[in-house]
Each structure stands twice: as C-alpha cells, then as structure tokens.
C-alpha cells in the first residue's frame, strides 16, 4: 500500500463551481431523459473536471473524470457533513456485488463516513498517481442536472448512490480543489450503470471532452446529440468500433474475479499522411496474458506509445514534415517545431494526420493537428506523443485526453462499442456548443 502523506489543504473551488451553487430542484414529469456532467480542463493539471451535488445538505462536490475506476471516490476525511449517508454493510448483496469482499471493522473513534464499523470496504484508486488506499463503501444523496444550457436544472436525484470513502492524501496531485474521482468506466458501481439502473436509461454516455477555456459535458441516458448551430450527431453520424473486453486482466489492484473494467478499442494499424506505418502489429492485440491492446485514458493528458510503437510513429511524422524547421525537444516531448513555420487550418496547425485503423478502414479514427500537436514553450509546436518505454503495461497504447478533445465519443455499454465523430469544428461546432433542454 503506498505511503500516507500529509492531507492537503483544501484549495478554492474554481468558476467550474458557479453553475452548481442555484437551489436544488427536482426533475419534473417523473424520470428524466438524460442527466449530466459539466466539463472544463484544469490547466495547471491538464485535468478534467466536472461538479455534481452530495449529501444533506448538499453541497457541490469538485473531482476529477476518469474513465478507470470501480466507484466514485470522495474524501470523507475533511469536510465530509451530511445526514443521509448509509453504510454498505458487510456481506450485503451490494457489497457482494463490489467483488472487494472487504468488511472494515477497526475504527474506534465516533461514527462518521470514514468511520464506520461493519462496513463493505473498497480501495479508492487515485488513476492520476496511481496512488490506493482502503476505504468504506456507503451511500449518500446525489443530484445532476437534467439541462446544459444556459443553466442548470431542474435536477435529478439519487437518494442512495454507491460511492467509495477516499482520505485526503489521496487527493494528491488532483487539480485545485477536487475531492476525488468520478468513474465513468464500465464497473458495476460507475456513474453509467448506477445512473441507468435508477432512471431506467441505457446503459450509454457520451464524452465531449473540451480544450482549455472551454467547456464540454458528459451525457448519460437517452436525449440526442445536438449542438449548435443545429448540429445533430446522434447514431448515424457516429462511427462505431466494438469495445473490447478483456477476460484475463482484472479490474483493479483489489478487485478478483471481474473481467477489466476500462475501454479498449481493437487498433490494427496506424498511419501517417496516409501511408501506413511499419510496426509489430502483435503489439496492437491483447496476447494470452491480458497484455496489449489499446486504453482510452482521461488520467493520461497526452497519448502514450510503447517504445517501438513510439519510435515507428515519430520518424514517420518526421519524414512527412522534413520541410517544417524543427526546435529542440520540450519535455515531454521529442518532436517539436518552429510554431511560426506551421500553418493553420480549421482542424488545427497544418501537419499530417495520424490515422488509428480500426477494424476495418471505414472505421478509421482520423486525428488532425489539433489533437495531434500541443503549444510548448518558446513558441515550439509539439506532436502530443510519449514514450511509454519498451515494457509498457499492460496496454501497448493509450490514447490521452488532447487526442479525444472536441470529438463526441459514445461509449455504448449494452451494445459493447464506442462511437465517434472525428473532429468537430470540421462540422462547424464544439463540445462548448452542445445543448441538451
């Protein structure tokens, strides 16, 4: 178990707050359609973040997304006030059902979220610093809003959600001010199928992750996708990839008996301005071992390639830009330019693309230099790729959050497969743009 260092003090909530702190209401005409996430990105953290409501009274609660992860996780360490949290108790169905099989029964202070004797335990993992701990599962009040725009509300209550009791030190490394990790995997107690169980959704969200100074949303249950200026990109203006599952590795740390719990896309090939790049395509399969594949990852900023990968991936890039004057290499990146010597266009500066072939050609993932290159210092121009060293574990590639930003990604449970839109200001609109109500 990591170390346990001294709890931070909690850091001011920042303007991501503002849209939350309106008086609770309830959702009228019964169940709602569909409940979300506000999203922004930190930039000190290259995080993001999202606001939702806990507890009685509630207050609004700032963690950080990610898309690993068996629960929501909360500090219940500082701070933590409420009258209507529950213990999960051991040997419960739901605490069955958490496959921990852990009961915490050594606390001899006053009763409190973190104190709670005869209590299911779990094992809240930071996926930023890869730091867990243990922890009691209970239940508490939780409200999302129903709208996105201009504000929101009216609100959609869960009057038992499961989460995980997080300490402060695990909070390390979070943006300012996040008190834990929203989950947004395929766990059993994540947001998607907690949400969908209570109000009868689908068993499918979509992601709108948005560069700095914007804003996206997360989208659980069944309303369109429709952004301004009337862009509607529901189903058929999505492409779909199965998620794939993999059966031998586990879901966490602690966790037995649960086939893996994060997103993995079948990547087959890679390419650059076209032309396809040589690499160990073994690599791109998950082997007998529950090792390889490809990972969706919010907790990762930038994507991550196994060396080999990595390198194939940089010298075709360098090949198809030799005429752009390079600059020194930015931490932590290799290949960088001169930001004066590159174009720009509506999908970014004017490089080559970097195609992710699925299955199938059709179902290519095509990224355009928005997602492919990042602003470093000096004025320099980074390809947004890292070396993830030659013994990368357990995926051979990671797609980071700038590589998913202003895309709408569909993560479909129940159909097992992930649909995206490529780019969206290429269809004239932004993750800043969608609206819902």
């Not at 082997?287 to 991936?313: C, F, M, Q, R, W």
């Amino acid at each position: 178990m990591a170390r346990f260092p001294p709890p931070l003090a909690s850091g001011a909530l920042l303007l991501l707050l503002f849209v939350l702190v309106s008086p609770c209401r309830s959702a009228a005409g019964g169940r709602p359609r569909a409940v979300v996430l506000p999203v922004s990105k930190d930039d000190a953290t290259q995080q993001y973040v999202t606001v939702f409501r806990q507890r009685t009274p509630q207050v609004p609660v700032k963690a950080v997304l990610d898309l690993a992860g068996a629960t929501l996780w909360v500090d219940c360490d500082t701070g933590y006030v409420s009258s209507s949290y529950a213990r999960v108790p051991c040997g419960s169905k739901p605490c069955r059902l958490t496959k921990t099989g852990g009961c915490f029964n050594s606390c001899f202070g006053a009763p409190s979220p973190a104190c709670l004797n005869g209590t299911c335990s779990g094992f809240p993992d930071n996926t930023v610093t890869r730091v867990t701990a243990g922890g009691n599962i209970i239940t508490d009040v939780l409200s999302l809003p129903t709208t996105f725009r201009t504000a929101p509300g009216p609100f959609a209550t869960v009057p038992e959600f499961l989460f995980t009791c997080g300490h402060t030190f695990l909070t390390e490394g979070l943006a300012n001010g996040a008190t834990g990790m929203v989950s947004l995997s395929r766990a059993r107690f994540a947001f998607p199928t907690q949400l969908a169980r209570t109000f009868g959704f689908s068993r499918r969200f979509a992601l709108c992750l948005p560069p700095a100074s914007a804003a996206g949303v997360v989208v659980f249950g069944d309303a369109p996708y429709v952004f301004q200026p009337g862009v509607d990109l529901s189903k058929s203006s999505l492409i779909y990839t199965p998620l794939l599952v993999n059966a031998v590795r586990t879901a966490g740390k602690y966790t037995t008996g649960e086939t893996s719990i994060e997103y993995l896309i079948g990547l087959t090939g890679i390419k650059v301005n076209g032309r396809d790049v040589p690499l160990n395509a073994t690599l791109l399969a998950i082997d007998k071992n529950g090792v390889g594949g490809t990972t969706l990852s919010t907790a990762s900023p930038y994507t991550v390639l196994e060396t080999s990968i990595y390198k194939a991936v940089i010298d075709a890039f360098a090949a198809e830009t030799a005429t752009i004057p390079r600059v020194p290499a930015v931490a932590p990146f290799e290949l960088c330019y001169d930001g004066r010597k590159v174009g720009s266009t509506r999908a970014g500066p004017a490089v080559p693309t970097i195609e992710l072939v699925l299955q199938s050609e059709a179902a290519s993932w095509v990224v355009f230099g928005a997602n492919s290159m990042v602003p470093a210092k000096g004025g320099a121009l980074c390809l947004c790729v890292v070396d993830g060293g030659p013994a990368l574990y357990p995926s051979s590639v990671v797609i980071g959050g700038h590589m998913m930003e202003d895309n709408l990604l569909e993560f479909d449970l129940e159909g097992s497969r992930l649909g995206f839109s490529s780019y969206l200001p290429l269809r004239q609109t932004t993750c800043n743009n969608f609206r819902l109500g």
